[in-house]
């Protein structure tokens, strides 16, 4: 019975030999040397400070926005829009929006234009299994993406500067996906725009 008991309380507390795992370590592929990199980190601060200081308090403008990426080739274009992830969303400003919706309309007029909007969290891009989350304009406007404009969650005030876009209805592909797609682009560019 002391030996029932014994035997028992060594299971409980682990005390007889450990168990064998089967541990095996995760590999994390890098992707190649980046194609573009900025050279000056402190000039390309600096040249963004700069802008900075072009609207004051006093001016009746505000705001302003940027494109993430762009990319032309032989006439057409693929815009990324990047957005890092909050409580599983993020946010788009009205404003900025608006304007890709009116410029991946005019593009499209003429050439051909796919705009992407991109959410990550914390992600290394030199990782090609890193995760990422796309939604591309034509889901936007074809409403496949909802057009929040206040949190359906509850979570924050009922703002209406802003389009919040939930983590569940974007697509989640890796990097090397995403790189899969721009160069799918340039190759249909190269077929189309010749």
């Given amino acids: 019975m002391a030996n029932e008991t014994s035997d028992l309380i060594d299971n409980l507390y682990e005390k007889s030999e450990p168990a064998q795992n089967d541990f095996k370590p995760q590999v994390i592929r890098k992707s190649q040397k980046a194609k573009y990199q900025i050279f000056d980190e402190s000039e390309f601060t600096r040249g963004r400070e700069v802008l900075g200081d072009l609207i004051v308090h006093g001016m009746i403008a505000s705001g302003g926005t940027d494109i ?84 359906i969650y509850g979570d924050e005030s009922n703002r209406q500067n802003k389009y919040i876009v939930y983590r569940e209805y974007m697509e989640e592909i890796s990097v090397e996906k995403l790189r899969d797609i721009i160069d799918s682009h340039w190759k249909e560019f190269e077929r189309i725009m010749q």
């Fill in 68 to 151: 993430d990426w762009l990319i032309e080739h032989k006439g057409g274009f693929v815009i990324l829009e990047f957005k890092g992830f909050h409580n599983d969303k993020i946010n788009i400003a009205k404003g900025q929006m608006i304007a890709y919706e009116k410029l991946h309309e005019k593009l499209n007029q003429s050439a051909k234009c796919y705009l992407y909007v991109v959410g990550c969290d914390d992600i290394d891009f030199s990782n090609p299994d890193a995760t990422v989350w796309v939604f591309e304009m034509n889901q936007w406007k074809s409403s496949v993406i909802p057009k929040n404009t206040s949190d």
